[in-house]
């Protein structure tokens, strides 16, 4: 049987690359649902081409839009609108898997209810992850979901573990995880050049084509700090067993070490069909599109320490992960509002870090024992960081 897959946030960069991967594969996938907020003609130039039973998008114009876009083709999809339809094509019983391709806050609900009801969970929106870790891990123990990290570096570090690993690090051998970054477009820029970058530079990625969100936050290495955070809840990792590398080939997608000192390492062009194929598929393995790595062409790996003083959105994340309970949704929260207003022109580069430290320092973090906790303290970073934004 065709296995039906949700693909959450279709039109962004996750969700074109899962659309591709899964039209190379009619005889296995079938397309039960594709949502997206933005870019509402490619929604439906997608509902054309692969005919799902429903299209979620945010609001009721949009829906109406849709609809109207597919009708004259005499449309096989109904279109939705709103949270609640996202979490009914995530959770709907005739789905198996759902590609959650969300990016930032706004992918949590979704998600969890796709984890609750015990799909095979393809993560992309990493964000969900660090705002409610403990509740998301808590709800796949409890539903039997399985959850596959798209991530490049984490899905590196599920195929360098041994299979099976629930975090037990002594049993397992398991050293340390060393989680590779490119370093981004500024990698070597001076403190000097930091402070005058344009958001058009920022979203310039020397290996990866991604929104415009993650492109910044790989500018300022807080998607790595993001990452530290996500590996933690993923494969039970404390802190000091999360290692960053620099690697600015993006060949290593990333590495496990183990206690008798082998370092093993999954490697690739950085493209992301590649994990997000090895996670439709596993634990069989498809044909992604991707071209065979050409080594003589790479020719070179290097590897350099992470530099804190130029990338404090590093240290603030793993600052965050050592405090624990809310902080790490408070530092998410944060870093949304001051990476939309650096995008706006509202902000400096180096004014992100600052927004953020002084959300963490502002708001109080405690225990979140339940989603409704993860909200709140999600909205008091949120306002904490507007009121640390500079006066227009
Ligand atoms: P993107 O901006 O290209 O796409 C985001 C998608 O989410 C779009 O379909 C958009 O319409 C939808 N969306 C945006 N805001 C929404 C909202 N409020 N409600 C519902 N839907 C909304 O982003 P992307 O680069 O595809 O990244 C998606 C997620 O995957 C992010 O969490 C990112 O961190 C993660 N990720 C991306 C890459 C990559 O290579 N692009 C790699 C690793 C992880
Ligand atoms: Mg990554």
Redesign the pocket.
């Known amino acids: 049987m065709r296995q039906r897959v949700t693909v959450?946030?279709?039109?962004?960069?996750?969700?074109?690359?899962t659309l591709s991967v899964l039209a190379r594969h009619p005889d296995r996938y079938e397309v039960f649902a594709l949502?997206?907020?933005?870019?509402i003609d490619k929604l439906a130039e997608q509902c054309r081409q692969h005919r799902p039973r429903f299209a979620v998008v945010?609001n009721d114009e949009d829906r109406k839009r849709l609809a109207s876009l597919l009708t004259r083709e005499g449309g096989a999809t109904e279109v939705l609108a709103g949270a609640d339809a996202?979490a009914l094509v995530a959770a709907h019983p005739d789905v198996h898997s759902v590609m959650a391709?969300?990016?930032?806050a706004?992918?949590l609900q979704p998600t969890l209810a796709a984890v609750r009801a015990g799909k095979r969970v393809l993560l992309?929106?990493?964000?969900a992850l660090v705002m409610a870790g403990e509740i998301f891990m808590a709800a796949v123990r409890d539903s039997g979901a399985i959850l596959l990290p798209?991530?490049?570096e984490h899905n590196a570090v599920f195929q360098s573990l041994p299979a099976g690993f629930a975090g037990d690090f002594e049993r397992a051998g398991v050293r340390r995880i060393l989680l590779t970054a490119s370093g981004g477009p500024f990698r070597t820029a001076s403190a000097e050049k930091l402070a005058r970058v344009t958001p058009d530079e920022a979203c310039a990625h020397p290996n990866?084509?991604?929104?415009?969100?993650?492109?910044v936050?790989s500018a300022t290495m807080m998607?790595k700090g993001?990452e530290v955070i996500e590996a933690h809840w993923l494969f039970a990792a404390a802190a000091d067993r999360i290692k960053v590398v620099i690697h600015p080939q993006s060949v290593i997608h990333s590495m496990v070490e183990y206690i008798d000192g082998s370092v093993l390492a999954q490697l690739g062009n950085p493209d992301?069909r590649t994990p997000i194929a090895h996670a439709l598929a596993y634990p069989e393995r498809i044909d992604a599109g991707v071209a065979s790595l050409d080594l003589f062409q790479v020719a070179q790996l290097t590897f350099e320490e992470p530099d804190l003083r130029r990338f404090p959105c590093l240290g603030l994340a793993y600052r965050a992960l050592r405090a624990g309970g809310s902080a790490a949704a408070v530092l998410n929260a944060a870093n949304e509002v001051a990476v939309a207003a650096f995008l706006a022109g509202q902000l400096p580069f180096l004014g992100i870090a600052d927004v953020i430290a002084a959300a963490l320092d502002k708001v109080p973090q405690g225990a979140v024992e339940d989603l409704a906790a993860v909200v709140d303290a999600d909205a008091r970073g949120r306002r904490a960081a507007l009121e640390a934004l500079p006066r227009p």
């Open positions: 959450l946030g279709a039109t962004g960069s996750i969700g074109v690359n949502s997206g907020q933005t870019r945010g996202l391709a969300i990016v930032g706004a992918g992309a929106n990493k964000e798209i991530d490049s990866w084509v991604m929104g415009r969100k993650i492109s936050d998607n993001l992301m």
